[in-house]
């Protein structure tokens, strides 16, 4: 089931000229973008999509991010071998082992039950167990568990950045993530200069589902 052919492998190299024409320069992330087959973290009713770079439904109303979006994300990590990362919002588990393939330690923490599972038994099929450790919860309040971090990514859009995630984060450790309203969010990174300062920049507009949680959008 989990096969991986010329074809498969052809359409992502493809993907890939097509994200670097966008703008993503870092050659490690393209080749961690090559070394995981995409259409495996599918339903198979988009398998034949899977190397589009587009969004597409993962379940429960969730989505696997566009391409582009993780590429971007990732890059925008600047992650060095052997760094611990959290990722907030684990979905279909893609973007975890896009981390994994950047040679890092990855934590990452999914609040929908479902999705957790899928995605435990997805990292354990794959053999990224030992790269990666999925928990169920809350993650706009972090995970205090494993903290500081590297770098914390959040792959869903938040009304404000949570200062509880500032707090987890090494000195010089960045805090990417998307911000905004339900439509679109700015991308934004936040690195920790030293116990009290932060610097901030922003980048380009996304469309993220909406990240939950006491520190992301009360659902009524
Ligand atoms: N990174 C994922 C895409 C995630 S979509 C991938 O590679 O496929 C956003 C995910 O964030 C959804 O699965 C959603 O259930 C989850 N989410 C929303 N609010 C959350 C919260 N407070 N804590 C953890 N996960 C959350």
Redesign the pocket.
């Known amino acids: 089931m989990l096969e991986d052919t010329f074809q498969h492998k052809g359409l992502r190299k493809k993907l890939i000229e097509e994200i670097r024409r966008k703008g993503i320069k870092d050659e490690r992330v393209l080749n961690a973008l090559m070394a995981v087959p995409r259409h495996w973290?599918l339903d198979s009713v988009f398998l034949q999509h899977a190397y589009q770079d587009k969004a597409f439904p993962?379940e429960?109303g969730?989505?696997?991010?566009q391409p582009y979006t993780?590429a971007f994300q990732t890059e925008l990590l600047q992650l060095q071998p052997n760094q611990s990362v959290l990722?907030?919002?684990?979905?279909?588990?893609?973007?975890?082992c896009i981390l994994a393939e950047m040679g890092v330690k990855v934590y990452t923490?999914?609040?929908?039950e479902i999705?957790f599972k899928k995605a435990r038994r997805m990292i354990d099929i794959l053999r990224y167990d030992k790269k990666v450790q999925c928990f169920l919860?809350?993650?706009?309040q972090g995970l205090p568990r494993f903290a500081p971090y590297d770098a914390i990514l959040v792959?869903?859009g938040a009304p404000a950045v949570p200062e509880s995630l500032l707090f987890q984060l090494k000195i010089g450790g960045r805090l990417v993530i998307p911000v905004g309203d339900n439509k679109t969010q700015k991308m934004m990174r936040i690195i920790r200069k030293n116990e009290k300062q932060f610097t901030q920049e922003e980048f380009e507009n996304f469309s993220?589902?909406?990240?939950?949680?006491k520190n992301?959008w009360q659902i009524k």
Do not use: C, K, R
């Open positions: 973290f993962i429960e969730q989505t696997i991010s993780v990722e907030i919002g684990t979905g279909s588990a893609y973007q975890a923490i999914e609040y929908n999705l919860g809350d993650g706009s792959t869903a993220f589902v909406p990240l939950l949680g992301g």
